[in-house]
């Protein structure tokens, strides 16, 4: 029996509705962490207008829709941002949860495709990745490896520790080689992070699918525009693709590269 049908669709949707909770609060989160400021004060209002967000204007998705993604107050449009960020985060606790029930592993792979998403949304709009998610989330994922069939608490410590030193090393080289910063700080505390929760083996496959990822997608506009490629985004999606479907595609490459017979 599939985990999410020994407890029922009901788990689902709970999960589902803490999601968008979670997404409401991430986005407040990614925003004002990469701005320095407190996500407790003050209350959320409107960029235009600076009143308040009432309660019932803060529903996620829902007063979106309702309010027509429009201010209340002045009429300011408020971004597809808010309810896409919400249901994004929706579908991934809904997601954990049909993949593993309620378990202890549902709770690790909901918060980890969390922070990369709040990593990813910080550094698309600002070129940031703040503290709180790579930092942070490295504590937690080592913290959560206690917990977990997938890894050790000793592959999670190797994994955060690889990660750190192998991007510092790659950014390091990078600057000898070209003269100027080849990669921020916070790619290289993101990458602790992803290994904690990925392990080393995890972490590198994340970096060579961030790599690619970022050179076909953002490389050409970076060589047109000159813009840096903001390569959390990349990484973020790369570990995603890992957690879920990282062992497939080792056992994919090892079976094309070394066919047996």
């Given at each position: 029996?599939?985990?999410w049908?020994?407890g029922?669709?009901g788990?689902?949707?709970?999960?589902?509705?803490?999601?968008?909770?979670?997404g409401?609060?991430?986005?407040v989160?990614?925003?004002r962490?990469?701005?320095?400021?407190?996500?407790?004060?003050p209350?959320?209002s409107?960029?235009?207008c600076g009143?308040a967000i009432?309660?019932?204007d803060?529903?996620?998705?829902l007063?979106?829709?309702?309010?027509?993604?429009?201010?209340?107050?002045?009429g300011?449009?408020i971004?597809?941002q808010y309810?896409?960020v919400?249901l994004a985060?929706g579908a991934i606790?809904?997601g954990?949860v049909?993949?593993y029930g309620?378990?202890?592993?549902a709770?690790?792979?909901?918060?980890?495709?969390t922070?990369?998403?709040?990593i990813?949304?910080a550094?698309?709009?600002?070129?940031?990745?703040?503290d709180q998610?790579?930092v942070?989330?490295?504590?937690?994922?080592?913290l959560l490896a206690?917990?977990?069939?997938?890894i050790?608490?000793?592959?999670?410590?190797?994994g955060?520790v690889?990660?750190?030193?192998?991007?510092?090393?790659v950014?390091?080289?990078?600057?000898k080689a070209f003269g100027?910063e080849a990669?921020?700080?916070?790619?290289i505390k993101m990458?602790?992070m992803i290994?904690?929760?990925?392990?080393?083996?995890?972490m590198l496959?994340?970096?060579?699918?961030?790599?690619?990822?970022?050179?076909?997608?953002f490389g050409?506009?970076s060589?047109?525009t000159?813009?840096l490629i903001?390569f959390?985004i990349?990484?973020?999606?790369g570990?995603a693709?890992?957690?879920?479907w990282g062992?497939m595609?080792?056992d994919w490459?090892m079976?094309?590269a070394?066919?047996?017979g």
């Amino acid at each position: 029996m599939e985990p999410w049908l020994e407890g029922g669709w009901g788990f689902v949707a709970v999960a589902g509705l803490v999601g968008l909770a979670l997404g409401s609060f991430l986005n407040v989160c990614a925003i004002r962490w990469a701005r320095d400021e407190s996500v407790i004060s003050p209350r959320s209002s409107c960029p235009g207008c600076g009143s308040a967000i009432a309660w019932y204007d803060n529903i996620p998705v829902l007063s979106w829709l309702l309010l027509g993604a429009r201010c209340r107050g002045c009429g300011e449009r408020i971004s597809v941002q808010y309810p896409l960020v919400e249901l994004a985060t929706g579908a991934i606790w809904a997601g954990m949860v049909m993949l593993y029930g309620v378990d202890p592993e549902a709770l690790r792979g909901g918060l980890f495709l969390t922070l990369l998403l709040g990593i990813a949304v910080a550094d698309a709009r600002y070129y940031i990745i703040p503290d709180q998610f790579s930092v942070g989330g490295a504590v937690l994922g080592f913290l959560l490896a206690f917990w977990s069939p997938a890894i050790t608490w000793t592959e999670s410590l190797v994994g955060g520790v690889a990660g750190l030193l192998l991007l510092w090393f790659v950014a390091w080289a990078g600057e000898k080689a070209f003269g100027k910063e080849a990669m921020g700080g916070g790619d290289i505390k993101m990458m602790a992070m992803i290994g904690t929760f990925l392990g080393v083996w995890g972490m590198l496959l994340t970096l060579f699918l961030g790599a690619v990822l970022g050179a076909v997608i953002f490389g050409p506009i970076s060589l047109k525009t000159g813009k840096l490629i903001p390569f959390g985004i990349f990484l973020a999606a790369g570990a995603a693709v890992t957690f879920g479907w990282g062992d497939m595609l080792v056992d994919w490459y090892m079976a094309w590269a070394f066919p047996s017979g």
